[in-house]
């Protein structure tokens, strides 16, 4: 709170650190799928300021950054773009107090959903993810974040000072190896855009379609269906299988999604007399395992 009252003193108000928490949306236009936000807690005295509060940081915003990459295996990379933000947080710690500990957090609301990455920057184009989680329906995902100080130019040349010469060139090497890999990055992706683009879909079609998108989800992550027997075959279109665009005589966007609505049946009916008949192999099994006994 002292340092809260302190930066609204010396920074003007354009450049003052502002609260780590971000509402995930698609656009202006649409409500807020979730949140994201970096929380500290502060461990020891303090009374209220114990209470996981957002970080505050200073914060650089580029909406016309050039598209990134992260791999999602050794053949597939995945471009990204959208509003890209840099932040620098700077940790205070006083008397009585064993400083903050971070925590990321990620919270969705009701049929909402989204995907979120973390890692780091590996380099001006490439995002290196870590770990992964999709975060639905009212999930709260609370991250702990384990951080370690590097220690400062000065302290790490009086350290390496009493080395030979060529364990200082390897202490240096490791040195400018951990400050290129130290960019800790989330990367949030709202999964009802991408599920329009991948089954071919019009902007915004699933928007109020809740019970579809809640199907195709299931289908998606938990039998692991393809997109392709699912998706609308653009090439009936007659339109070259681009979904923005609406000619005369083309599909529209309601018979676009009549067509996945088909198929997201016709998939939902033959899961369930795959189960039917998996129950009757197992209960036939069980019969010829253990024959009834005939007087």
Not at 113 to 125: D, E, H, Q, W
Not at 140 to 150: F, G, V, Y
Not at 164 to 169: G, K, L, R, T
Not at 221 to 227: C, D, F, G, L, N
Request: charged share 20%.
């Amino acid at each position: 709170q002292y340092m809260q009252f302190h930066n609204r003193k010396v920074f003007k108000d354009e450049f003052a650190p502002s609260p780590f928490c971000f509402a995930v949306r698609r656009s202006e236009r649409h409500v807020p799928d979730g949140t994201v936000s970096l929380e500290e807690a502060v461990i020891g005295a303090g009374g209220d300021s114990n209470v996981p509060s957002p970080a505050w940081t200073l914060a650089a915003r580029n909406q016309q950054a050039p598209a990134m990459h992260f791999p999602i295996s050794s053949s597939t990379r995945i471009a990204f773009g959208g509003d890209r933000y840099l932040h620098a947080w700077l940790s205070h710690s006083f008397s009585g107090e064993s400083g903050a500990k971070p925590c990321l957090t990620a919270v969705a609301r009701q049929f909402c959903s989204m995907l979120v990455l973390v890692g780091r920057i590996a380099s001006a184009s490439e995002f290196d993810p870590k770990y992964a989680a999709i975060v639905q329906n009212k999930d709260e995902l609370k991250i702990p974040l384990d951080m370690s100080t590097i220690p400062a130019a000065q302290e790490f040349k009086d350290a390496i000072e009493s080395l030979s010469p060529e364990q200082q060139a390897f202490a240096k090497a490791f040195r400018a190896m951990q400050l290129e890999s130290t960019m800790f990055a989330v990367l949030v992706i709202p999964i009802k855009p991408q599920l329009e683009r991948v089954l071919n879909l019009a902007e915004d079609s699933l928007t109020k379609e809740i019970k579809l998108t809640q199907d195709l989800m299931q289908l998606f992550i938990t039998y692991q269906i393809p997109s392709d027997l699912l998706s609308y075959d653009a090439a009936s279109a007659g339109d070259g299988g681009e979904v923005h665009v609406e000619v005369v005589g083309a599909p529209t966007a309601q018979e676009r999604l009549q067509q996945v609505r088909k198929h997201v049946k016709a998939m939902q009916e033959l899961i369930e007399q795959s189960k039917k008949e998996e129950v009757n192999a197992r209960l036939a099994g069980q019969r010829v395992a253990s024959p009834v006994l005939q007087g």
